[in-house]
């Protein structure tokens, strides 16, 4: 199976573990692509909503599909998040291709790329930690219930519909917060003389040129895997905001799925052996 080349990729909140992660589907991509690094920038396993009864082989997958492109040369680099913040008492952890960290510069053809989740920017997050988690649950049930609904438009050929989007558009507050959110994260970059400022967090997947009057830098954000299903590809010095469709994978899933059942196995042979 033919991969494609990517020099680097950058997924962030898959939140793994939770009812609304679309883990089956960033199988099929992660499967479709040989990228020279991969940076997992937050929220990729959501221990906030962990549950010991739901961890699905899909969710596992993930998992061993990461460690297995690290054990054949990609770069990994786990930035960790407000979901996944029990691992920051690791961080600057390095094995062999596999690094932990709470942000990361990155030097791109002479450019510099300063990537971190962006939950520092969040008071909800930082200040009212309960609160957050709460919301974060509710989310988690709005996105399966939406499944569902989307399972029924399909079946009346009805295009699918996004409760969250839609919050979102018509909530002034979540749209200031957005606003505010990527001006905070342009103005820093700019202050630090970075050419690229790139975050996750708040699930709004975007590339866009900033500008202040210090100067400008491009802002991107890599979206999710819950509701946007994005990533962002950097190859021969340029930025691509890609998007799941399932159509480019539906022949292919079969084949993707035994190439991760036959690199499991030799993973687990692997670590038998030691």
Not at 33 to 48: C, E, Q, R, S
Not at 169 to 192: C, G, H, N, R, Y
């Given at each position: 199976?033919?991969?494609?080349?990517?020099?680097?990729?950058?997924?962030?909140?898959?939140?793994?573990?939770?009812?609304?992660?679309?883990?089956?589907?960033?199988?099929?991509?992660?499967?479709?692509?040989?990228?020279?690094?991969?940076v997992l920038n937050g929220?990729?396993?959501?221990?906030?909503?962990?549950?010991?009864?739901?961890?699905?082989?899909?969710?596992?997958?993930?998992?061993?599909?990461?460690?297995?492109?690290?054990?054949k040369g990609t770069k990994?680099?786990?930035?960790?998040?407000?979901?996944?913040?029990?691992?920051?008492?690791?961080?600057?952890?390095?094995?062999?291709?596999?690094?932990?960290?709470?942000?990361?510069?990155?030097?791109?053809?002479?450019?510099?790329?300063?990537?971190?989740?962006?939950?520092?920017?969040?008071?909800?997050?930082?200040?009212?930690?309960?609160?957050?988690?709460?919301?974060?649950?509710?989310?988690?049930?709005?996105?399966?219930?939406?499944?569902?609904?989307?399972?029924?438009?399909?079946?009346?050929?009805?295009?699918?519909?996004?409760?969250?989007?839609?919050?979102?558009?018509?909530?002034?507050?979540?749209?200031?917060?957005?606003?505010?959110?990527?001006?905070?994260?342009?103005?820093?970059?700019?202050?630090?003389?970075?050419?690229?400022?790139?975050?996750?967090?708040?699930?709004?997947?975007?590339?866009?040129?900033?500008?202040?009057?210090?100067?400008?830098?491009?802002?991107?954000?890599?979206?999710?895997?819950?509701?946007?299903?994005?990533?962002?590809?950097?190859?021969?010095?340029?930025?691509?905001?890609?998007?799941?469709?399932?159509?480019?994978?539906?022949?292919?899933?079969?084949?993707?799925?035994?190439e991760d059942i036959l690199?499991?196995?030799?993973?687990?042979?692997?670590?038998?052996?030691?």
């Amino acid at each position: 199976m033919k991969k494609r080349n990517v020099e680097l990729v950058i997924i962030s909140d898959v939140h793994l573990g939770t009812y609304g992660s679309h883990a089956k589907e960033l199988n099929n991509y992660l499967s479709s692509i040989k990228p020279k690094t991969l940076v997992l920038n937050g929220d990729i396993i959501d221990a906030w909503q962990f549950r010991k009864s739901y961890f699905p082989k899909n969710h596992l997958r993930v998992i061993q599909k990461i460690i297995g492109m690290a054990s054949k040369g990609t770069k990994v680099y786990y930035i960790t998040g407000n979901h996944d913040e029990i691992l920051r008492k690791f961080s600057d952890m390095n094995m062999g291709n596999f690094a932990l960290v709470d942000k990361l510069i990155l030097e791109l053809d002479g450019k510099k790329a300063w990537i971190f989740h962006g939950d520092v920017f969040d008071a909800s997050v930082q200040h009212s930690k309960w609160i957050a988690k709460l919301g974060g649950l509710g989310y988690d049930y709005l996105i399966l219930l939406n499944r569902f609904i989307n399972w029924v438009l399909s079946k009346l050929g009805r295009e699918p519909y996004s409760f969250s989007k839609k919050i979102k558009a018509s909530v002034k507050k979540a749209v200031k917060f957005i606003s505010d959110f990527e001006t905070t994260a342009t103005d820093l970059a700019i202050e630090k003389k970075y050419d690229y400022v790139i975050c996750g967090h708040i699930h709004e997947p975007k590339i866009i040129e900033k500008e202040n009057k210090y100067g400008s830098t491009l802002y991107l954000n890599s979206g999710d895997w819950i509701e946007n299903l994005t990533a962002l590809e950097y190859h021969k010095k340029r930025w691509k905001l890609y998007s799941y469709s399932e159509s480019n994978f539906t022949e292919e899933e079969n084949l993707f799925e035994m190439e991760d059942i036959l690199s499991n196995h030799l993973i687990n042979s692997i670590i038998k052996q030691k």
